[in-house]
């Protein structure tokens, strides 16, 4: 009886301890719905560079832009202009990109506008496994050649005639990301424009770094499983609340000794003990009432009999009946008896 | 309720809490994605530093990954140069995908009208761009050129030097010698070349 108490003890400490883990992870995963934790992230950080040098007539050197932004038109004979796409993702990607140049020349006169395109590159197509998009490169523009067609056009449309060079850099990205399961798509545009007025002012797209985020599309089923998780760690914890309360109420049972002496009887003498439902009529019968239940068990083993027995109240009074003819031999075991 | 019906529950009510959980626990390491780690900065920045010349006369622009520069040369042996460095601040090891040098082997000085033959730019002038310092960390020895391929890891540079020089009279022939008398513009009676050349090195990410 000692160990099977320290069984239970034991057990008890046990479930305790499975109650905190499990409440733990309830409110753990409680608290997570609606966190949208399945959401992903990528950051991204992309950057444009673009510059030109002008190499004047009869002048050694280039002139950068960084120096100065105009110039006696007449006097350019070439723009080297250099044009740097980068961008980089946290996480691997896969993908193509690709760019063209387009070159135009805008004529306006008398309200009316004229766009001829004078140059148009190919379109160079790049794939790319990994962070970096890094596009680089550079053209020239032979302004001198160019200027002279414009100089064409002003005599036959008259004074009044304005008008610009623009050299645009057309970039396109279309990447996939496995990190945000998400395909990504971004384009961008740089120019040189060049205004054809005797002092020109030279314009080109500003440096920039843009800083950005993309995230994974929300994933609402991750929700259900929370609260699916949690429920089975509530029925868990109920089912160990439970289960302490019955090992505390077995514990809480103590056996009296008319409990013990009745579970003696019954172990020691179970092949002659019948239980029976309910107390027969003895009215019929002279009654003799033993002091011992061995007496009765020796009268039921001269008789070849069965012992009857039945607790008429229950854990106070049992009675035993030995029945012959018209004669019962009683023994009564009662709590108040044995105390 | 008697004590093996009493045991048979609590058996009973231990298996079902058991299942209950191993199902929690499975559910939880095989289904949910779980919250990503801290998302990493991402920036690539690999760029020419502003050089340092050592004399000639010269103009030297750097555009982030190029760099135009005009020299003139007066005479045979003149050298120009100047040293920069290819610096990678990002977070990406990089590599050199592409390295183009004005191409001096295309650019015609004249033709022998004794021999017939067409002398280039490049048979009388060297355009060099060189490691100028050992980088262990990059493989990179001093002396060696440029050559796609070649690393360039974070946070690390590699100095390089550009020379130019008009090539000495002794490592020319007399044929071409000739040839440039005949075709190189004097400048205040010297035989001057004046260049514009440009290096572009792209990288991209390893």
């Not at chain 1, 109420?249 to 003498?269: A, P, Q, S």
């Amino acid at each position: 009886m000692k160990n099977n108490k320290v069984t239970y003890y034991i057990l008890i400490v046990l479930l305790l301890i499975l109650i905190g883990v499990s409440s733990f992870f309830l409110i753990y995963f409680y608290n997570l719905r609606g966190q949208d934790l399945s959401i992903e992230e990528i950051s991204i950080s992309e950057s444009n560079k673009m510059s030109y040098n002008v190499k004047l007539k009869d002048n050694k050197y280039y002139k950068s832009n960084i120096e100065g932004d105009t110039f006696v038109i007449s006097l350019i004979d070439n723009i080297n202009t250099y044009f740097n796409y980068s961008v980089a993702f946290s996480s691997s990607i896969t993908g193509e990109y690709s760019y063209y140049i387009v070159g135009n020349a805008v004529y306006e006169y008398n309200g009316e506008k004229v766009k001829n395109e004078i140059y148009k590159s190919d379109i160079s197509k790049y794939e790319i496994t990994g962070n970096v998009i890094n596009l680089s490169n550079s053209f020239d523009i032979n302004l001198d050649e160019i200027i002279g067609d414009y100089n064409g056009f002003k005599n036959d449309y008259g004074i009044n005639t304005t008008g610009y060079i623009e050299y645009v850099v057309y970039i396109n990205y279309s990447v996939f990301s496995e990190q945000i399961s998400k395909s990504m798509m971004n384009s961008k545009e740089f120019f040189i424009k060049i205004p054809c007025e005797d002092i020109t002012h030279i314009t080109i797209t500003e440096d920039e770094v843009v800083n950005r985020k993309d995230f994974s599309e929300l994933n609402y089923d991750d929700n259900k499983l929370y609260l699916i998780v949690s429920l089975e760690f509530m029925g868990a914890i109920i089912i160990f609340i439970l289960l302490i309360v019955l090992i505390i109420k077995r514990l809480g049972k103590r056996e009296t000794v008319y409990d013990y002496e009745l579970r003696l009887l019954l172990k020691k003498y179970d092949e002659m003990i019948v239980s029976i439902k309910d107390l027969p009529d003895l009215t019929n019968y002279e009654i003799f009432f033993v002091d011992t239940f061995e007496e009765l068990v020796d009268a039921a083993n001269n008789l070849v009999l069965p012992i009857n027995f039945v607790e008429v109240i229950d854990k106070k009074e049992s009675t035993f009946i030995v029945l012959h003819e018209a004669i019962a031999y009683v023994y009564k075991l009662s709590s108040k008896s044995i105390s | 309720m008697d004590s093996k019906n009493n045991n048979k529950l609590i058996s009973s009510l231990f298996a079902v809490s058991a299942v209950l959980l191993a199902v929690a626990f499975v559910t939880i390491t095989n289904t949910f994605a779980y919250p990503s780690s801290k998302v990493n900065t991402a920036l690539w920045d690999v760029y020419f530093t502003e050089p340092s010349i050592n004399g000639g006369d010269s103009r030297v622009i750097v555009s982030n990954d190029k760099i135009d520069f005009n020299v003139s040369l007066k005479e045979s042996g003149d050298e120009f140069s100047f040293i920069t460095s290819i610096n990678n601040d990002g977070t990406f090891d990089a590599k050199l995908s592409s390295l183009k040098l004005t191409d001096l082997s295309s650019q015609v000085v004249g033709t022998s009208k004794d021999t017939g033959k067409t002398y280039y730019i490049c048979d009388y002038i060297s355009f060099a761009v060189k490691y100028s310092e050992n980088n262990d960390i990059n493989a990179v020895n001093v002396d060696s050129n440029l050559t796609v391929g070649d690393k360039l890891k974070k946070n690390t540079k590699n100095n390089i030097i550009v020379t130019v020089k008009y090539k000495d009279l002794d490592r020319l022939t007399s044929d071409q010698i000739k040839v440039l008398n005949e075709n190189v513009i004097r400048e205040d009676n010297y035989l001057v070349f004046n260049l514009d050349l440009n290096i572009s090195a792209v990288y991209q990410q390893m």
